[in-house]
């Protein structure tokens, strides 16, 4: 089976500009979990998205949001960039959500200068 | 006081050295993923265990949920296992949370 799969892998914006990142999942996989991973905050949870729902929110500003497509992929965006938005974003599928084994993909780094 | 704790942060070790890992959390978990990061970024999902003990190759974790711990070990270490070695738990609302890492350096 392919493994989990991000695009773009690399990304420069200026701030203030927007961005879209995409997220395939293992096929099968019905759900979607988002990270954003920094130097100085380390991991941190996103959202997760389950059969084109959002099931789970972390404490992150409304500029940032996804959605599922029926096909399991999923997207995030962030609108209004900030320099400290700079980060690596990991996304990962699981078999159903909830405690299942997670699947990384390679993450996009996005750097906003 | 983050919710996930790990140490120690930094460890170097010589090749064939046994090397542990350890991960306290002070919430109530239903499971806790041990991940490895290599440079670059991808992660990959060594184990995840809710109770007990786990072995895989030269990799052993285990948890003991009533002290709110849990240990990486490896045995007979090799420099391939130079990573970012990070805890994370299955908490509240069915989310994970994150230690902030142990970086491993395994010298020949």
């Known amino acids: 089976k392919a493994g989990v799969t991000q695009t773009p892998r690399y990304l420069i914006k200026t701030r203030g500009q927007q961005v879209t990142l995409s997220c395939s999942p293992i096929?099968?996989?019905?759900?979607v979990s988002w990270y954003q991973q920094t130097p100085g905050q380390g991991l941190q949870f996103l959202f997760e998205y389950f059969s084109e729902t959002q099931r789970n929110k972390g404490n992150f500003p409304g500029r940032f949001s996804g959605r599922q497509f029926s096909n399991s992929r999923s997207e995030m965006n962030v609108s209004t960039l900030e320099l400290g938005d700079s980060a690596l974003y990991l996304c990962?599928?699981?078999?159903?959500?909830?405690?299942?084994?997670?699947?990384f993909g390679p993450g996009t780094r996005l750097t906003v200068t | 006081k983050n919710e996930v704790e790990q140490s120690p942060q930094n460890l170097t070790a010589q090749e064939g050295e046994f090397i542990t890992i350890n991960c306290s959390y002070s919430v109530g978990i239903s499971a806790l993923h041990w991940l490895q990061q290599h440079p670059g970024g991808g992660i990959v999902s060594l184990f995840m265990?809710?109770?007990g003990k786990k072995k895989h190759g030269r990799l052993i974790a285990t948890i003991n949920i009533q002290e709110k711990h849990s240990s990486l070990h490896i045995t007979a270490s090799h420099p391939r296992d130079s990573a970012v070695y990070i805890c994370a738990v299955w908490s509240s609302g069915s989310r994970l949370t994150f230690g902030e890492g142990t970086q491993l350096t395994v010298n020949p």
């Open positions: 265990l809710s109770s």
């Open positions: 096929s099968g996989h019905r759900s």
């Open positions: 990962a599928s699981s078999l159903d959500g909830g405690i299942y084994e997670q699947y």
